[in-house]
């Protein structure tokens, strides 16, 4: 009956891993097609680089900042324009960016930058420190939409990569939907932790975002890149009117709904590579996604809570049943094996599907990352406090920003 079960659970893991890849396929399918068919005589053509703003709020603290920074810029073509926003009181981050603009002047004079003798390539806007109940991220990107005045506001977290191709498509669907949002992926880390969760995002995120595409629209996006139009955040109010909640993905996609305007997840590749310092960075930092993509899940109608329940949250545990329940003869080890290195290929061929290539993966890291997941969603629905910007939160939904007072009770 062990073994009987064991292999039940695993062609069960097997069959919804196999309905992930189909959807995936089925999306990105669609949207290459979607593409191929637009009468490019209505797009600009070629990409306006020049009428394009990439917003970037910057944080020190990640020893990849400059780094990620300066490919950006050597990436992306000279007339896009870069705007970071930095705190006043973020002394390091003000010093990286100016080392990074006093080479970026040199390799793009202003006049060949942009194309105009009195606009740089890059801006820097020090930010004043917003109040403890606004989102300081909402906060320095409404400064940024009262700057700007090119036609297409791109955001950008600062551990964030994107290259011409990816930018391009984002240009060209905002001719069509109002916010295009792309697909994340992440480097390998440089230690275990920061690892644990570059391979939960590469095995989760594709099966994540592409398959409800095609069952309902998005219910978040992927507030480490997003393309809108200027003009369309203005006339919703910009961000201020969402700078009290706490989550801003959610709170984006929510402004966007109630406006009745159009979110597109695309398949576009974005690259994120962050350091984690420890165990507990990773906890935390796990901790606060579960925590949000639950209240987030919670606030769906059934239907959609039901096939995210099956799609994304029973797979791991039916790993889990199958690697405990197989037994512990040769018969078992050869099935373990199977169901193992079938899950691999599975997980190869969804990126290669999306991504047009494998990304870099280790097997048992993977399967960790994996086989922790229902103990972190457990601990985000009993445990819904998080620690953000050295600040403990409860999280009681998504538009929750409640800070807790030093005598309140946080172990997280």
């Excluded at 009956?1 to 064991?6: A, Q, V, Y």
């Excluded at 324009?81 to 010093?95: P, S, T, V």
């Excluded at 997003?226 to 959610?250: A, E, P, Q």
């Excluded at 445990?383 to 009770?409: C, G, H, Y």
Aim: glycine content about 4%; some cysteine; aromatic content about 10%.
């Amino acid at each position: 009956m062990r073994m009987n079960l064991g292999v039940l659970c695993g062609f069960a893991y097997i069959f919804l891993l196999s309905i992930q890849l189909t959807l995936v396929w089925v999306e990105v399918r669609r949207q290459r097609n979607t593409l191929r068919n637009i009468d490019l005589r209505n797009l600009p053509n070629p990409t306006p680089w020049h009428r394009i703003v990439v917003v970037q709020p910057i944080l020190s603290g990640d020893p990849m900042l400059s780094q990620v920074l300066q490919k950006n810029l050597r990436s992306l073509p000279p007339q896009v324009h870069f705007l970071w926003l930095i705190d006043h009181a973020d002394k390091e981050a003000q010093r990286i960016a100016n080392a990074i603009l006093e080479v970026s002047m040199k390799e793009y004079p202003p006049d060949e930058a942009t194309l105009d003798p009195s606009n740089p390539r890059v801006s820097i806007l020090l930010c004043p420190t917003a109040e403890t109940d606004i989102n300081p991220k909402s906060f320095k990107l409404q400064l940024a939409l009262e700057k700007v005045h090119r036609e297409y506001f791109v955001v950008l977290d600062d551990d964030t990569m994107i290259c011409p191709q990816t930018l391009s498509t984002t240009i060209d669907w905002l001719e069509f939907v109002d916010l295009y949002t792309g697909l994340p992926s992440y480097h390998r880390g440089v230690n275990l932790w920061s690892d644990l969760v570059a391979h939960f995002v590469n095995n989760n995120a594709v099966k994540t975002y592409l398959p409800p595409n095609v069952i309902f629209p998005p219910i978040s996006i992927n507030g480490m890149f997003y393309g809108v139009k200027t003009n369309t955040l203005r006339t919703m109010g910009g961000f201020r009117s969402i700078w009290h909640v706490l989550c801003d993905d959610h709170a984006i996609h929510q402004l966007f709904v109630q406006h009745g305007k159009i979110i597109k997840q695309g398949i576009a590749r974005v690259e994120i590579s962050t350091n984690l310092t420890g165990a507990l960075a990773y906890m935390r930092l796990m901790h606060r996604w579960m925590v949000f993509a639950s209240l987030l899940i919670r606030q769906q109608y059934w239907f959609i809570q039901v096939t995210l329940g099956i799609l994304l949250g029973l797979p791991p545990i039916l790993l889990w049943i199958a690697l405990l329940q197989s037994g512990s003869n040769w018969h078992s080890l050869v099935f373990v094996t199977a169901l193992l290195g079938l899950r691999q290929l599975i997980i190869a061929l969804v990126q290669r599907v999306a991504f047009d290539q494998v990304l870099s993966t280790n097997w048992w890291r993977s399967l960790v990352a994996e086989l922790v997941q229902p103990f972190q969603l457990v601990s985000a629905l009993i445990w819904p406090m998080i620690v953000w910007r050295e600040k403990r939160i409860r999280v009681d939904s998504p538009n929750a920003f409640r800070i807790l007072q030093p005598n309140d009770t946080c172990s997280q």
